[in-house]
């Protein structure tokens, strides 16, 4: 019987607008798919690279081909510390590296859509936001040892930027609501999913970050397998179908108003 080499660790790097610069590792480790997810922005978008919620890495999609069976994520851990700031910048440790922050990332397979932007050719998604109804508490990876939401905030995970990632060595951090008090992680996360039996990291051949709160916030960086350096940048759009009928939307309701004026 001749034995098949593992395929090493993979990666994809993007670079965008506003110093956004991304990059997400695949490995087999112990039987299970380790993503790592990594913030390398060395300064945010806004005077003086000063930090802004466009600059928070967020979300992480990916396509796995020959489907997603048997693909389920099953932990989330701060590789970076975690920190806070406050609205004049300053900086506090919250927790060393090493942090299960599970109960805040949400991962889920299948289509990732936000009312009627959907982001095509990915079959996979982490985030540590909503997303505008993307993702939500049922898609949640797990709690951890301080119960369902560690943030704190008062909303339901995946909410807000809480334990989203920041660049992990710039210390620039804009008075901004989005930001200030919120708890960051300062550089990489890792995530760890099981998968079937034959799985290899040769079906990752595509991948997309995501910034801010929202689904294509400040536009999505995009790379392939084939394609390096990756460079593209994509603006999500709302489906034809959508467009269609909420114009018929508009022509109804215009339409009752003249009934009405009549």
Same mark, same amino acid.
């Given at each position: 019987m001749v034995s098949v080499p593992a395929l090493a660790a993979i990666s994809f790097t993007a670079t965008g607008s506003g110093n956004r610069n991304a990059s997400a590792s695949f490995d087999i480790v112990s039987g299970k798919l380790q993503v790592t997810l990594t913030n390398n922005a060395t300064a945010g978008s806004s005077t003086g690279g000063d930090w802004v919620p466009i600059d928070i890495l967020s979300g992480l999609f990916f396509n796995v081909s020959?489907? /997603?069976?048997?693909i389920l994520a099953k932990d989330? /851990?701060?590789t970076s510390r975690v920190s806070e700031f406050t609205t004049s910048g300053a900086e506090t440790t919250i927790?060393?590296?090493g942090r299960d922050i599970g109960s805040e990332w949400a991962a889920k397979t299948g289509s990732i859509t936000s009312g009627s932007v959907t982001v095509a050719g990915v079959n996979v998604g982490l985030a540590s936001a909503g997303l505008g109804g993307a993702f939500g508490s049922g898609d949640v990876i797990g709690n951890d040892a301080d119960g369902a939401d560690i943030q704190g905030i008062g909303g339901t995970p995946p909410d807000g930027l809480a334990y989203s990632i920041i660049g992990g060595s710039s210390s620039n951090y804009d008075n901004n609501g989005g930001v200030a008090n919120r708890?960051?992680?300062k550089g990489t996360a890792t995530f760890l999913f099981d998968v079937p039996l &034959?799985? /290899?990291?040769?079906?990752?051949n595509y991948v997309v970050f995501n910034y801010g709160t929202a689904l @294509?916030? @400040? &536009?999505l960086l995009t790379c392939d397998s084939t394609t390096k350096p990756c460079t593209t940048e994509i603006t999500l759009v709302p489906a034809p179908g959508s467009l269609a009928l909420a114009g018929l939307a508009l022509l109804s309701l215009a339409g009752l108003r003249r009934r009405a004026v009549r």
């Open positions: 020959g489907g /997603t069976s048997g989330a /851990t701060s927790y060393a590296p708890s960051l992680v &034959g799985f /290899t990291l040769s079906q990752i @294509g916030e @400040g &536009g």
